[in-house]
């Protein structure tokens, strides 16, 4: 079966039917194993232990991204492609990126505090994520302002494209300016600066919150494709009962 049939929202939720069960205990094997990793994980010899903060807070930095990234996906195949899932593709993804960018932030403040002696600086990385998160708010404000999903839609394609300008702006705003933030140490030319007694469970918790979101996504698509059925037939109820057409 090609990957276009799955643009049938029918076939949809028999994937993700199939799909789920294996996701999700992909998923907890993976947070077992990146969990396990991370208590042998030494400290570093000028944070201490909070340095174990990163085995949340990249991940959660990556995924906040990631979820725009999808939604930037989404909504090109929402004005160009015209995929009858794109929406629901992108209203799923923004509430799932809106809580990962509320993570980064909120680990990032606690890693932050021991360091810089503050919980927050308007430093060119923090704040470029906080503005990624006032967007995602503001995608979801207009997924619930504008009642007919379709017009909803092309209205959040549009502002989501114009507002992925800030992903680049993110990722290489600790090499534009002069940031407290540490530059890059996971991909970065040259490999990473990282030690693997550390890298390993980094990267395994990265694979494990990816999953999360993966599989959080597609139950949100299903419950969305449902919801709009749901709606679609109360509708039609609405108008074949006696006295709707006075």
Known sequence: MALIDYANPTRFLGFAERVLPWLIGLTVLAFAAGLYLTQGAPD?????????????????????MFGWIVMSIAALGTLVWRHPLADVAGKAAAPLGAAFTFLCL??????????????????????SELVLFL????????????????????AVAILTLV???????????????????????????????????ILIPLMIMAV???????????????????????????????????GSAS
């Not at 680990?107 to 060119?124: E, F, I, K, Q």
């Not at 990816?210 to 039609?236: G, Q």
Request: charged letters at 15%; proline letters at 6%; aromatic letters at 12%.
């Open 163 to 197: 507002g992925a300008i800030n992903i680049p702006i993110i990722k290489w705003s600790v090499d534009w300016w002069n940031t407290l933030h540490q530059p890059a140490s996971v991909v970065k030319l040259g490999g990473p600066a990282i030690h693997p007694t």
């Open 44 to 64: 570093d010899y000028q944070q201490g232990a909070t340095v174990k903060i990163m085995f949340l807070h990249v991940p959660t930095a990556w995924l906040s």
């Open 135 to 154: 967007m995602y708010l503001g995608v979801i404000a207009l997924w619930h302002t504008v009642e007919e999903p379709s017009r909803a839609g092309r």
């Open 106 to 127: 909120t680990t990032g403040s606690l890693w932050g505090r021991p360091m810089w002696g503050t919980y927050w600086v308007w430093d060119a990385r923090l704040t």
């Open 208 to 242: 494990a919150f990816t999953l999360l979101f993966i599989t959080l996504h597609i139950a949100a698509m299903r419950n969305e494709i449902l919801r709009r059925r749901v709606r679609s037939l109360m509708m039609m109820r609405a108008q074949a009962a006696p």
